[in-house]
């Protein structure tokens, strides 16, 4: 019960600080993208922010570093479809999921699809395991 009580804790003070920095408007976030326009450096310093707090999670939780090797083509080509559909849509997982409650439709879309994604990456996982490369220590 404690875990369940503190993933519920973490996401909605997630949900708020997205919702106080103004991430789940994708104007805000293709604002920021925008650089040769009037560009919107406030996503830079939620990321900071962001990562600032995850490293010191991090080193407090004393996590093992990345295998090495662990950066492939399919993580790559993950990243680069993230940051593709992140750039036309001006929405990634968090913020959308945050965004439901607006009940917008454009919003359930882009969660809806998303979801899609998921399933049809689940399906193909199934058929087409990936096989994990053996790298010397």
């Known amino acids: ?25 994708p104007a805000k976030v ?19 922010t962001a990562l600032a707090a995850s490293a010191v999670a991090y080193r ?7 295998a090495a090797g662990s950066i492939d083509s399919r993580l790559i080509g993950g990243a ?9 849509a001006g929405f990634c997982p968090g913020p959308a999921v945050a965004s439901l409650v607006t009940g917008s439709a454009d919003v359930a879309l882009f969660v809806g699809a998303m979801l899609g994604g ?3 990456f689940h399906l193909v996982e199934k058929t087409a395991p990936r096989k994990v490369a053996q790298h010397a220590a």
């Not at 293709?30 to 900071?48: E, H, N, Q, T, Y």
């Not at 407090?60 to 990345?66: F, I, Q, T």
């Open 118 to 120: 998921m399933g049809l």
């Open 30 to 48: 293709l604002g920021f993208l925008d650089l040769a326009g009037s560009w919107d450096p406030s996503l830079a310093f939620v990321m900071g």
């Open 1 to 25: 019960m404690k875990l369940v009580f503190a993933a519920l804790l973490s996401g909605t003070v997630f949900g708020a600080g997205l919702a106080v920095a103004e991430m789940t408007n």
């Open 80 to 88: 680069c479809l993230f940051g593709m559909g992140w750039g036309i």
């Open 60 to 66: 407090l939780h004393r996590s093992p570093a990345p």
